[in-house]
């Protein structure tokens, strides 16, 4: 039960911290500093929570962690579903913050009424959004298994790591469609942007076919099929 608490709060605070980022301070800080948000946020949950529950705070996280032998289906399942409650929750908290003050000058990345929501930017394509976020999130995916891999991890910088590949991430995706690699941030302020519903499936399939391949890709080179991450 500690670990599925441990990976809603933690969502919550990715989704309502790094989206909030954008939300609150786009244009001041812009997508470096938003993407720089987003591997900040991270770095402090892995050293926060890292060894309750491995912080996963992302479905696709999970599934390549369950494809790879780490967790169990009925484990996996849980987390998804926290993951996906953590989200609404932080977004549902941006929300209340952003219309608490009408009239006060927010102004995020795709405007303040989206919540930084994963939308299409200007110019981009449905299958440019999904290639974009299949290998995005390979690259991410993949850090997060060799990082934590018990043989062959960073071991205690592990969370420097993960970090800095998420930052990377969306420092190149936010120019896309705000980058998701993780259906559950994607989710969160989705129930509260309407228009954010329709590009969604591209959000959840981009990641985990990512994830899919990030496992698959691990276990070639690694030579292994059920390493342990560093979790508690």
Known sequence: MKKYLAECVGTMFLVLLACGSAVLAGPSIGGLGIGLCFGLVLVCLVYTIGNISGCHVNPAVSFAFWLSGRMGFKEFAGYVVAQLFGAAIGAGILFWFVNMVPGFNFGG???????????????????????AEGMLTFFFVFVVLGATDARKGFGKFAGIGI????????????????????????????????????????????????????????????????????EG
Not at 114 to 128: C, E
Not at 184 to 211: E, Q
Request: include cysteine; proline fraction near 8%; charged fraction near 10%.
């Open 109 to 131: 990345e795709t405007g303040a009424s989206q919540l930084a929501a994963n939308v299409l930017q200007p110019g981009a394509t449905p299958g440019m959004a999904l290639l």
């Open 163 to 230: 970090g800095l590949a998420l930052g990377l991430v969306n420092i190149v995706g936010i120019p896309v469609d705000n980058c998701s690699v993780n259906p559950a941030r994607s989710f969160g302020p989705a129930l509260w942007t309407v228009d954010a519903w329709s590009p969604f499936w591209i959000m959840v399939v981009g990641p985990l076919v990512g994830a899919l391949l990030a496992a698959l890709c691990w276990r070639i080179i690694s030579g292994r099929s059920d390493s342990n991450s560093i």
